[in-house]
């Protein structure tokens, strides 16, 4: 039922991104019949000849409403610039972001939970000053600055992970997570500090909570509480957190795939924009915006999960 | 087996830059003007800093960096930058290059000849060459390439072959090229992607995929392509020059990140990698275990000025513009000291085309001289722009966003200000940046000239009516010695022609500029041969202009 519910508002989410992808798009400056012919036979009359072609000239509604309707059943029309196809463009681009983005999470995640709780659990000490501090360093940390000294450390220095480049899963694993973990561990290191510094306040919250000390009471050991019974009260703004940071991981993959010259879709936007690749811009933001979105709608779904409350509109909170 | 020359690369101030289409296919004498010093010490200009090379080793693999990726890989469809080029010579072979001279010669052509008045220019192929596909090359495959490919409507080369109103069939590896009017450049045409002859069959079959799967006559043979991670190729083994290729294959990766390239590069990632950024060669030329192989092209970085509105109409402005800037300290900014002498016209040192009287014709930094200029316009009733007397100039420079062009923009900034200009800086993006200087919608901004075509098309498009014309700059001085270009091929009157434009240029001012660009190829010393590329008939190839190389040539020790 609370699915249904928050459907429509989904929709709508979606029809508006569709909108605004759109139009954002058509507005830029810089033709893309320009971009097709390149400066040196970009005469009035190929200018033209192209835009024509194209369907460049006409009104803004016409080509939006031709443009979603297509899109609608997964054609997203061909790439200006390269011919390819724009859906077949992201599908072969997208494992590599998805890629990426996921181990990027799970490298987050996996640090960020235990040190977070032990931050909490260790709340005003010297570790947990150390582990905030070192947060706060991490945060202030562009990804780029951290992707480059990562490739200073663990390709240039020690040799031990590639630099650049890509292998596909089904061509080597192996090489395939190598050529990945750099990338990843660049976006994962900012995740990292933000989900732990979150971790902590919730944590330290709910280690006040009556139940908490209830167990203690009950001379259940630190570890059993911490994980059985405090973690998930307070996973709530870690989960919210890790849906919304969705969008920062695929806006740091625009950076990150281009400077591990990676196959993804972050550099694929961003080539295609300066390009002006109308069509494939297009593409390429309707599907983040769609994932994006998505991804923070299973994280509501979740919360009903987590909380029951929430999925019966909050009426028990009420209560 | 193909011997091989050059035991150790000199690639010290070459004699090669600019495109004398001198002599051209008839055989008169080279063009000569190099000021080089191989045995010199380090400074502006490339340097010798090269292994030795030994002889040819068959076998092995190696991958190279690349600056970008491209497009598609089809001639008329792909847009073929420096990366794309060097890229498309393992794959197809140009009908005609450049020589170590600046001469053009044939090349997958056997020969190249003009009639009297240089309109008709006949083509003939060498016997018993194929595409990869097997399908021959003869002259009905060029001619199904020119009618259906580089010249339908949306073909990128279409107005680089305006002039050409047919290309005729004569016999099995014969065709002319038909031109509407007298042109000595034109085989300069076909060093670019309209001479890269492709498979017409392959293409076909391939249909709207064809720019995704090349079939040409190169040393390699297309293999895969993974859009921004690699183009695989190996080796054609029944290519039409013998002995060649050396390496069995070779993988392209674009690494669009220049320091993330260099990285590449010192990890082992990487075998070669091309750059066109000054720092990066500079960068390049530290590293241990790494030859260098660069040029000094024409292309020089700088600002052009819209002499086609006021108060940029005015010479007085233009020369107080120029003499307000201090070179050096501009290319300092983009890491080219030590690197690139200053530029003062079209044609680098390097070139055959280069004025010495054009550049001490341009300004050179001197404020006095600058703020006299410009007292004497702002204080001028009859001033072009029409503003009260005394009033000092108000104007935007434009550039795309880069942390150097940026830098670069203040300085400009900061020299202008000195005169009493209210200089405001625009940062607008490429494709934005590009399009404003085709419509003339700027007052000044940065951007690049110079290439290492023949000078006809170079300083043809730069200064003759058309959306080429960034500056809207003309002059009769300028129309007559391009009539001069299109009419002849003798070299000392082109140089002269040349001569006379880079002169009108300098004293006019339409640009501005910072210095050439140095580009490298630069390797782990493993890699040979890299710019050691000759002809069929041994003559020396022209080298790495704009770092492209011809992979052919190209061998590993490792």
Redesign the interface.
Known sequence: MYVLRRLPSLLATLFAVSLLTFLMTSL????PA???????????E?IA??RA?LGLDDPLPVRYLAWIGDALTGDFG?SY????PVAE?II??LPVTAEVGILAIIIALLVAIPVGMLSAYRAGTRTDKIISSTSFGLLAVPNFMV??FL??IF??TL?IL?????V?FTDDPVQNLRSALLPALSLAIAEMAVYTRLLRTDMIATLQQDFVTMARVKGVSNRRILFRHALRPSSFSLMTVAGVQVGAIIGGSVVIE???????VG??LL?SV???DLLMVQGVALVIAVSYVVVNFTVDILYSYLDPRISHGRSAARV | MRGHRRPVRVSGKRVLASVGLVGLLLGSAACGGGDGDDNGPAQEGTVEDVSEQGDPVEGGEITV?LEA?T??WLPG?G?FSNSGTTVAYAIYDPLIKRTAEGDFRPYLAESMEPNADLTVWTLKLRPNVQFHDGTPLNAQALKTIFDEYLTA????????LADVTALNVVDDLTVEYVLAQTNAAFPSVLTGSPGWPFSPTAAAAAG??A??NPVGTGPFQFVSW?????FVVEKNDNYWQEGLPHLDGITF?????E???V??L?????DAMQTLRQSTVQRARDLDGVDNYEYLGNNAGGSIINSSIAPFDDLRVRQALAYAIDQPALIDVIGGTGLTPAATQYFSPDSPFYSEKAAEAFPTYDMEQAQELYDDYINDPQRSDGEPVGTDLAFTYRCPPDPTLNELSQLYQNFWSQLGMDVSLET?????H??N??SKDYEVQCWRVGDEQDPYVTLK?AFTE???NFTGYTSPEIADGLETLRTTTDLAERQEAVAQISLDISENVPNLFTGYTLTDIAVRDVVKNVDGWTFPDGTEGDGVPGAQAMWGFVWTTE
Do not use: H, M, Y
Request: negative net charge; without cysteine; glycine residues 10%.
């Open positions: 830029l400056p810089g033709d320009l971009q097709i012919l390149g400066a040196e036979n970009a005469t009035p190929a000849e192209v072609e061909r610039r390269t011919s390819e463009a072969d681009r992707a480059i490739i200073l390709s240039v040799g590639p630099a650049t480049g890509w596909n281009t400077l591990f010259a990676l196959p993804g550099r694929l080539d300066v390009q002006r | 960096g990726e497009n598609s469809e847009s409507p949306t073909s990128n080369v279409k107005n680089t709207e995929d720019g995704a993974q859009r921004d991670s690699a990766r674009p690494i669009p990140d320091d993330t390239r990285s590449s010192q990890s082992g990632d990487i607008v993006e490429q494709a934005a590009v399009q200087g085709i498009n058309g959306p080429l």
